[in-house]
């Protein structure tokens, strides 16, 4: 062998040692970032919720608008609960249940059923019955407390 192919040997083993560290970089950094993205996803949900409920409360004016919107942001924030809770990672804060992993499936359906409620919602705002609203949105309630119940520890 002469000593241009060794070059080249070595050269190949520092690029894979490389690509090798870069894997362990990106796996870390998923880890130490999931726990607060998977909060501010729920925080939209929150905030969501939250500001149905006030222009039902309050009657505010933009009224049955502004309620598609939310119910239009809530679904499409269900689309990304899966990939946000996809690493598994539990740390003194977090209120994440092991049985998201063990029970992954249950977990991903329990997003869609909040999509599809979310969905109806928006629907049914576009047509303004109130009665028709408020139920769509104990719907969705729901679907939140079904998740929360099997997923997310209780309040200490
Ligand atoms: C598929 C399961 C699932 C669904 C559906 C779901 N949540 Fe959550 N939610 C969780 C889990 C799990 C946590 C705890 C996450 C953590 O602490 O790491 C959480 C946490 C939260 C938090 C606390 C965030 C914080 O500051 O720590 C709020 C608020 C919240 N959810 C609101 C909602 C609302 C409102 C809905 C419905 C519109 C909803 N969630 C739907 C699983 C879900």
Request: one cysteine or more.
């Amino acid at each position: 062998m002469n000593r241009g192919s060794q070059g080249t040997r070595v050269g190949w083993v520092i690029v894979l040692a490389l690509i090798a560290t870069a894997g362990l970089v990106l796996a870390q950094g998923a880890e130490e970032g999931a726990p607060a993205y998977r909060e501010k996803i729920m925080t939209v949900n929150g905030a969501s919720m939250g500001a149905i409920n006030d222009v039902l409360k309050f009657k505010l004016p933009g009224g049955t608008e502004h309620i598609v919107a939310h119910a239009e942001t809530i679904q499409r924030e269900s689309r990304l609960i899966a990939g946000a809770f996809q690493t598994e990672v539990m740390t003194e804060e977090s209120r994440a249940l092991p049985t998201i992993w063990q029970q992954w499936d249950q977990f991903v359906g329990a997003a869609e059923n909040l999509g599809q409620a979310s969905a109806k919602l928006a629907e049914v705002a576009k047509g303004g019955d109130q009665a028709a609203i408020m139920a769509e949105v104990k719907v969705v309630g729901q679907a939140c407390s079904n998740c929360h119940n099997t997923f997310r520890k209780p309040n200490e």
